[in-house]
């Protein structure tokens, strides 16, 4: 691809690479994010993605490729003011000032944005609001858990009102109410029109976040696609089918011999009382299925249909190193 990029896509990269002595940290990456998405990026540790996030931030320089942010070129070579503001940055180890309280670390980056008065104080409240940290303004930093640090730290990367949030592991060490508070601002974040690119070890929450995933690995995006497309064409369905201990070998064999007779499945598993079939079935077949397992009195107590998740599908494709 090498291509102008559309104006629609907030991020767009074409062949983007970046070379660390003799290692290749990104390797030819060609990304793009529409607007008003909020994209996942996923990968075993070492994969590239904060050196990516660095380079759309205008950290790091590219080695060679470009980026496009709203459809206008990142010059590495000029400060593109303007493109920075709409960016807002959230690097994975951040310092916050411990001695600041949280109203006067805000105000101090508000006051390097040159938000003024009386507008500052109004968007400071409304950072506060947003983050929920109002109960906490006159706090000194170093007295707040790590979920509202890392709040905070949100709060400050997105009081310029940037259009495009660059978050990198934003959520690691974060335990799952801290988690899912992060979530909810996130949410709010896209409702107001921005589009963010995330990156996490959990799977779980960008699965719930994400309306595309990137999925990277030695450096090379090496898949990048809607989530529902991800989900339609890698997530496997599984049935769960548990027996009661009566007659168990019975059951056992009843069943199997079912689902020998079943097109729709393709394998099986046995376990401690309990069947694990791959299915390929819609719902009918699978309500033929139970009818015809209780019809051949397998002694079951539970019939349950389960679907790969994300942590499936990334574990699938072979990417073993993550979380
Ligand atoms: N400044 C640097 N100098 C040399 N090598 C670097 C530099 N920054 C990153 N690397 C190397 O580039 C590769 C990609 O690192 P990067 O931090 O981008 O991966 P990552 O996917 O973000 O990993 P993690 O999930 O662990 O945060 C790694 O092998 C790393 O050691």
Known sequence: MSDIPAPELAIATRNLSKQFDRLLAVDNVDLEVADGEVYGLIGPNGAGKTTLMRMLAAIEDPTTGDIYL?????????????????LGYLPDDFPLYDDLTVWDYLDYFARLYDLREPGRSRRLLEILDLVQLIPKRDSLIATLSRGMKQRLSLGRTILHEPVLLLLDEPVSGLDP?????????????????????ISSH??????????????MELGCLVESTSIQELYQRLSQQRLQISLLGDNLAKSLDRAIAELRNC???????????????????NETDSANLLRQLIQAQV???????????????F??????QTS
């Open 299 to 313: 002694n079951l107590y539970q019939f349950q249909i389960e679907t790969d998740d994300l942590e499936d599908i």
């Open 315 to 320: 574990l699938q494709l072979g990417h073993q």
């Open 177 to 197: 109410i801290a988690r899912q508070q992060f979530r909810e601002i996130i949410q709010v974040v896209r409702e107001a029109g921005m589009t963010v690119l």
């Open 263 to 281: 097109p729709q499945v393709e394998s099986w598993t046995v376990g401690d009382r309990q069947l694990t079939v791959h299915f390929n079935g």
């Open 202 to 215: 959990i799977l779980s929450d960008l699965a719930q976040l994400c309306s595309s995933i990137g999925i």
């Open 70 to 86: 709203q459809g206008e070129r990142l010059d590495p070579d000029r400060p593109n003011p303007r493109l920075k503001r709409y």
